[in-house]
Nanobody, 129 residues
Framework: QLQLVESGGGLVQAGGSLRLSCVASGIAFGRTFSNYDMAWFRQAPGMEREFVTSIRSSGGSTYYADSLKGRFTISRDNAKKTVTLQMNSLKPEDTAVYYC??????????????????WGQGTQVTVSS
């Protein structure tokens, strides 16, 4: 069973930066990390989990929530089985638990949906004003 572990969350002042990482393990024999579509979602208290960004398994095409374009950047290192979220110019409204998600290529019809098969436990990001 594929497992995802996020790290890098913490407390930062508004305008600061954080870099989140998500490392995958337990990938089934015959499969590789590079064949998974990866994404980051976030969930603030009392709110629904929302899409942040995703990166395709093939070609590495990236997608972002419109409100986050220009501040957040997703990248992946297939050799290290890692996906990274660089967050700049953070705002208090970015405060949330950030989750890493993985879906076998082609199995997630909409990369912005919650259809991913595998989820991490989340890492807390708190932005103070």
């Amino acid at each position: 069973q594929l497992q995802l572990v996020e790290s890098g969350g913490g407390l930062v002042q508004a305008g600061g930066s954080l870099r989140l990482s998500c490392v995958a393990s337990g990938i089934a024999f015959g499969r590789t990390f590079s064949n998974y579509d990866m994404a980051w979602f976030r969930q603030a208290p009392g709110m629904e989990r929302e899409f942040v960004t995703s990166i395709r398994s093939s070609g590495g095409s990236t997608y972002y929530a419109d409100s986050l374009k220009g501040r957040f950047t997703i990248s992946r290192d297939n050799a290290k089985k890692t996906v990274t979220l660089q967050m700049n110019s953070l705002k208090p409204e970015d405060t949330a638990v950030y989750y890493c998600a993985a879906g076998w290529r082609g199995s997630v019809r909409s990369l912005t949906s919650l259809e991913y098969q595998h989820w991490g436990q989340g890492t807390q990001v708190t932005v103070s004003s």
